[in-house]
Structures are given as structure tokens and as C-alpha cells.
């Protein structure tokens, strides 16, 4: 039988935040997750569950040889879905179960819904319904300080449909957390191996923060055995000055792999190594900069 956790993590809860499955219960597109980067529970909403993704990342934990079903989003069952699950986590139901009877007292908390999934959730053609839902949810539930947040690799955010769903958000108390992981395009083509163009990624992310403050999402690692060159840390530093000199950046989060990779030749950084590139991008930048370990 679960019992109550204390304020501070137990190694269950340690295990809780670093594990983030993307199944629920019976659920087909909701998740609740205990979020460090949110400060509580997050709900997620994965908009892939065929795992399709225009990005095919080294270090992404979702394993793409198979298939995950149908391409197409029922938004009325994403909609029932979110509206039971946030349910779940507002009455305090959810903390009776295993495992979320280890979150931590002070995590007990909905702190925001999060389209993020199997894949890039931008690219699914329901993205503006299913953002929709969540709004209508919100609202209806009176939610005003539920965060509504897009996980985004930033390749669709030029995208008519997507500006609009964007719209929405900016105007329910939405925010992007857009993924950065490189400063040249030779080293984003060897992390993302995506086609997508490396100056599309760098407009979009620009263009998005000239509109609203946007927070980065920066995962770093080990290719190889050997971390970022120092170069390619500099490169980074210039990419965010770029996109902060005509915008707004909230917040840089600097991360490393926590789950098993997709590839082999991937592994994490270690604290000190982290904690270092973040020192050098406060200092080149000025910006804000978090850690996650």
C-alpha cells in the first residue's frame, strides 16, 4: 500500500519525476506527469500516439521502429480525457494511487497542460481543435492559473493553423517551450537528423519571441563519449543572443539525457559539466538559465 510522501522527494519520488510514460489508465492521448521543469503535475497531452515525429533526435527515448496506431485524434475523447483526468488531480484522487501517493506535499499542485507526446505535436492537423478543448476546459473550470504550455521543436510554428492555435494560447495564459540543442547546422543535423532546415528553426524561434516571451529547452549531451565543443557552446551562446536581441526569452532550461536513449553513442553529461556550459551561457548571454540534473 502507497503511503504519504514527506515534502522532501523519497527515492520513489525521485523515480516518479524522472520517469514520464505517456500511458494513463485507459487513456489514448492524456498523461499526468510529475514535472520538475513545472514544479508540480503537469498533464500532457500527446497529440502522437502513432509516434510520428518530423524530427528523429539521438537522444529521444521514444522507440520509432513501431508503429503506435492510427494517425488520426479523436478530439472529443481528448477532450473527456483531459476534462477526468484534470478532475483526478483536483480532487486529490490521483495522489492515493501508485505511483503518484510519492509526490512530494509541495508538488501536490496542478501546474499546467502540457501537447507534448510521441512526437511534435505541431504537426498533428488537430493541433488547433485539440488546443481549442483545452481552452474551453480551462475556462469552464475557472483555471485561471493552469498554465497552457506547447513542447515544440519550433519547425511548424510559421504554419497558418498554428498561428492560430498559438493565438489561443497567448490569450489563456499560454507559453512555448521551444527545444534549442545546437548552435551550427552540422551539429543540429547530428542530434535532430531531421530535414527540416536549421535557419527555419532559428526564424520561427526568433519570430516567437518578438511576439511573446518564450522559454528555450536545451538538451545537451555526449556524442560519442565526447561532450559539445567549445565551439559549438559559443555557436549556441550567438544563436540565443540572435533570437533575444529582437525578442524575449523567459528562461533558458539546461538539460541532459535522464532516459534511455535511442541511440547507443548517446549518454549524459555529467553536473559539473552541465552546471559549467550553464555558467557560460549566463555570462556570454545574460540571460536567466536552470539546470536540470
Given at each position: 500500500?502507497c ?12 523515480q ?5 510514460p505517456?500511458?494513463f ?9 510529475l514535472?520538475r521543469?513545472?514544479?508540480g503535475?503537469?498533464?500532457?497531452v ?7 515525429c518530423?524530427?528523429?533526435c ?8 513501431r ?5 488520426a ?5 481528448l477532450?473527456?480525457e ?12 490521483i ?11 509541495a508538488?501536490?499542485?496542478l501546474r ?32 485561471d ?20 492555435a ?5 490569450a489563456?495564459n499560454?507559453e ?6 545546437a ?23 526568433c519570430?516567437?519571441a ?5 522559454v528555450i ?19 549556441y551562446?550567438q ?6 536581441s ?15 536513449p535511442?541511440?547507443s ?11 559549467a556550459?550553464a555558467e ?8 536567466t ?5
Amino acid at each position: 500500500m502507497c503511503t504519504m510522501s514527506e515534502s522532501r522527494p523519497t527515492q520513489s519520488a525521485g523515480q516518479l519525476i524522472h520517469s514520464h510514460p505517456r500511458r494513463f489508465a485507459e487513456n489514448c492521448y492524456v498523461y499526468p506527469v510529475l514535472s520538475r521543469r513545472s514544479g508540480g503535475i503537469s498533464i500532457g497531452v500527446n497529440l502522437n500516439p502513432d509516434k510520428r515525429c518530423n524530427f528523429n533526435c539521438a537522444y529521444c527515448q521514444v522507440d520509432r521502429r513501431r508503429s503506435g496506431g492510427t494517425v488520426a485524434v479523436d478530439v472529443g475523447r481528448l477532450a473527456a480525457e483531459l476534462d477526468a483526468t484534470v478532475e483526478l488531480v483536483l480532487s486529490g484522487r490521483i495522489y492515493r494511487e501508485t505511483p503518484f501517493c510519492q509526490t512530494p506535499l509541495a508538488m501536490r499542485h496542478l501546474r499546467d497542460i502540457a501537447f507534448s507526446g510521441d512526437g511534435e505535436p505541431t504537426t498533428c492537423p488537430s493541433f488547433d481543435q485539440a488546443v481549442a478543448a483545452a481552452v474551453e476546459m480551462r475556462r469552464r473550470r475557472r483555471l485561471d492559473d493552469v498554465k497552457l504550455v506547447l513542447i515544440t521543436n519550433a519547425s511548424m510554428l510559421d504554419r497558418e493553423p498554428v498561428q492560430r492555435a498559438l493565438e489561443k494560447l497567448d490569450a489563456n495564459n499560454g507559453e512555448i517551450w521551444a527545444k534549442l540543442d545546437a548552435g551550427t547546422d552540422g551539429y543540429f543535423r547530428r542530434v535532430a537528423r531531421s530535414a527540416v532546415p536549421f535557419r527555419r528553426i532559428l526564424e520561427n524561434l526568433c519570430h516567437a519571441a518578438a511576439v511573446r516571451p518564450i522559454v528555450i529547452q536545451s538538451l545537451f549531451m555526449r556524442l560519442e563519449g565526447q561532450p559539445p565543443p567549445a565551439g559549438e557552446q559559443e555557436a549556441y551562446c550567438q544563436r540565443l543572443i540572435q533570437i533575444s536581441s529582437g525578442g524575449t526569452i523567459k528562461v533558458v532550461q539546461l538539460y541532459t539525457v535522464a532516459r534511455p536513449p535511442a541511440e547507443s553513442w548517446v549518454s549524459p553529461l555529467g553536473p559539473a559539466e552541465l552546471d559549467a556550459l550553464a555558467e557560460r551561457v549566463r555570462r556570454r548571454t545574460g540571460l536567466t538559465v536552470a539546470t536540470y540534473h
